[in-house]
Nanobody, 121 residues
Framework: QVQLVESGGGLVQPGGSLELSCAASGTISSIATMHWYRQAPGKQRELVAFITSGGSTWLPDSVKGRFTISRDNAKNTASLQMNSLKPEDTAVYYC???????????????WGQGTQVTVSS
C-alpha cells in the first residue's frame, strides 16, 4: 500500500513564503512524475507544478518565477517552494505521484490528503 502525505501548509501574509513537502511511503518500486495540484473553493483542481524522475519541471505562467518544485528520488519526496505568495494562491494543495509498486506493474496515480494554504493579511 502506498501513501502520500503532504505537510507545510498554513497561513501566510501576501508576499510571504511557504514550503510544502510530500512524502511517499509504502511498497514503492519506482516513482515517475510527481505533481502538485491546488483547488480553491468553487474552482476546479489545477496543476501548479510537476517534476519527472529525471528532474525536468513544468509550471504554469501563473506561478512561474514564484514557485519551485524539487524532489529527492532517494527519499521519495517532493517539495514545492512558494515565494511571493498572493491571495489568489489560497487553496488546498495536493500532492500526486505516478508510482509502480513492482517493476512490472502498470503505474498508478496516488493522491495525498491535501494541505491548506491561506494567503491573507
Amino acid at each position: 500500500q502506498v501513501q502520500l502525505v503532504e505537510s507545510g501548509g498554513g497561513l501566510v501574509q501576501p508576499g510571504g513564503s511557504l514550503e510544502l513537502s510530500c512524502a511517499a511511503s509504502g511498497t514503492i518500486s519506482s516513482i515517475a512524475t510527481m505533481h502538485w495540484y491546488r483547488q480553491a473553493p468553487g474552482k476546479q483542481r489545477e496543476l501548479v507544478a510537476f517534476i519527472t524522475s529525471g528532474g525536468s519541471t513544468w509550471l504554469p505562467d501563473s506561478v512561474k518565477g514564484r514557485f519551485t518544485i524539487s524532489r529527492d528520488n532517494a527519499k521519495n519526496t517532493a517539495s514545492l517552494q512558494m515565494n511571493s505568495l498572493k491571495p489568489e494562491d489560497t487553496a488546498v494543495y495536493y500532492c500526486n505521484a505516478v508510482i509502480r509498486t513492482t517493476p512490472r506493474e502498470v503505474p498508478r496515480n496516488y493522491w495525498g490528503q491535501g494541505t491548506q494554504v491561506t494567503v491573507s493579511s
